[in-house]
T-cell receptor
């Protein structure tokens, strides 16, 4: 079973629309990371959240971590074709030193011009 | 800085063959790791290293070996390739382990085992 769930699995939006991707865990997260992966390429770091209630923004992307540190959302405002790709959340589950960093299955985003 | 580099970019193996996937980083990072990415599964940790001479198993270590003789290099060896090892493999590194450190990823190696 997946320790991190993501929804939706895939998303197709028209350019200019806003969208939200969610990442959920049944356990408290010790650090939550968002990465973007362009098709066929490696992962690019977007943001890291550590504190409950924390919110960070970079350009048109905002990520939040809830107070209980079990759910994070990634919101894109006025989407553009350059936002297309796979968004993955990753988290430090805090159990075992070095080996408890897990990823969600990813959300595939397509932005139609 | 080149960051994290991986070679080869693509590889096709026959069942039973062995090979080594290379990974190198030039950022003097302590922590390095190998993941495999399969459709619908996200990334799964194969092996990791918290420093030269120290390696340990991740979630899916069977069929793979690693060693870390230098800070820079962290090769992944497939001992006897199986079709179930068809995947995209990513190497990553970070300054240290812990929730304060982002991981930098290589471009990946796409492996097909026939």
């Amino acid at each position: 079973s997946q320790e991190l769930e993501q929804s939706p699995q895939s998303l197709i939006v028209q350019e200019g629309k806003n969208l939200t991707i969610n990442c959920t865990s049944s356990k408290t997260l010790y650090g939550l990371y968002w990465y973007k992966q362009k098709y066929g390429e490696g992962l690019i770091f977007l943001m890291m959240l550590q504190k409950g209630g924390e919110e960070k923004s970079h350009e048109k992307i905002t990520a939040k971590l809830d107070e209980k540190k079990q759910q994070s959302s990634l919101h894109i405002t006025a989407s553009q074709p350059s936002h297309a790709g796979i968004y993955l959340c990753g988290a430090d589950m805090g159990d075992n030193y070095g080996q408890n960093f897990v990823f969600g299955p990813g959300t595939r985003l397509s932005v139609l011009p | 800085n080149a960051g994290v580099t991986q070679t080869p970019k693509f590889q096709v193996l026959k069942t039973g063959q062995s090979m080594t996937l290379q990974c190198a980083q030039d950022m003097n990072h302590e922590y390095m790791s190998w993941y495999r990415q399969d459709p619908g599964m996200g990334l799964r940790l194969i092996h990791y290293s918290v420093g030269a001479g120290i390696t340990d198993q991740g979630e899916v270590p069977n069929g793979y070996n690693v060693s870390r003789s230098t800070t820079e290099d962290f090769p992944l060896r497939l001992l006897s390739a199986a079709p179930s090892q068809t995947s995209v493999y990513f190497c990553a590194s970070s300054y240290s382990y812990g929730s304060s450190y982002e991981q930098y990823f290589g471009p990946g190696t796409r492996l097909t085992v026939t």
